[in-house]
């Protein structure tokens, strides 16, 4: 099974801020790889998939990066309801597997 | 807008068989594989198992291969798992998911 490593686990930074979280995985998995939000009380979202595709529906102030093994999630210029938890997950071969998530809050 | 109801969990002893079911509205069911992805309680999200848009292909962690099936009613835009000898280990909350996801439905198994 491919295994993400995904850091740091927790993050606190300022509205207006910008903060990357970093996902790896423990082999190539192309660019197959996608990001989710989870806040309390909805359903979670997929923001990124392919690496750097935004969903429909997400704003531009996300964007991924990465191919192979590593790839980062950039979120620039907080806003207040970004801060939530994020988690990657790579979708190159079965199982599908996911990192262990970043809680994002307010510092 | 999209929408995905679980529904059909609860508490279940070790060994017996429940039927999830997530209903999809909003979308082209039919357009889109879906998978169910569990998280255990204070643990990380994992996925159990997917299901081509057709239904012609199905993919499952191997720990659940053998007592787990999930099926597909494009027909009804509906999304099954049938879990059959189910372990205390598959105590968790599964979420019904493509895209979007669901609000989840949280199955006990315990005696």
């Known amino acids: 099974d491919v295994q993400m490593t995904q850091s740091p686990s927790y993050l606190a930074a300022s509205p207006g801020e910008s903060v990357s979280i970093s996902c790896k995985a423990s082999k190539s998995i192309n660019t197959y790889l996608a990001w989710y939000q989870e806040k309390p009380g909805k359903t979670n979202k997929l923001l990124i998939y392919?690496?750097?595709t935004l969903q429909s529906g997400t704003p531009s102030r996300f964007s991924g990066s990465g191919s192979g093994t590593d790839f980062t999630l950039t979120i620039r210029s907080l806003e207040p309801e970004d801060f939530a938890v994020y988690y990657c997950q790579q979708h190159n071969e079965y199982p599908l597997t996911f990192g262990s998530g970043t809680k994002l809050e307010i510092k | 807008e999209v929408q995905l109801v679980e529904s059909g969990g609860g508490l279940v002893q070790p060994g017996r068989s429940l039927k999830l079911s997530c209903a999809a509205s909003g979308f082209t069911f039919s357009d889109y594989n879906m998978a169910w992805v569990r998280q255990a309680p204070k643990k990380g999200l994992e996925w159990v198992a997917t299901?081509?848009?057709?239904?012609?292909?199905?993919y499952y962690r191997d720990s659940v291969k053998g007592r787990f099936t999930i099926s597909r009613d494009n027909a009804k835009s509906t999304l099954y798992l049938q879990m059959d000898s189910l372990r205390s280990e598959d105590t968790a909350t599964y979420y019904c998911?493509?895209?979007?996801w669901g609000q989840g439905v949280m199955v006990t198994v315990s005696s």
């Open positions: 392919s690496g750097s």
């Open positions: 998911a493509s895209s979007s």
């Open positions: 299901i081509s848009y057709d239904g012609s292909s199905t």
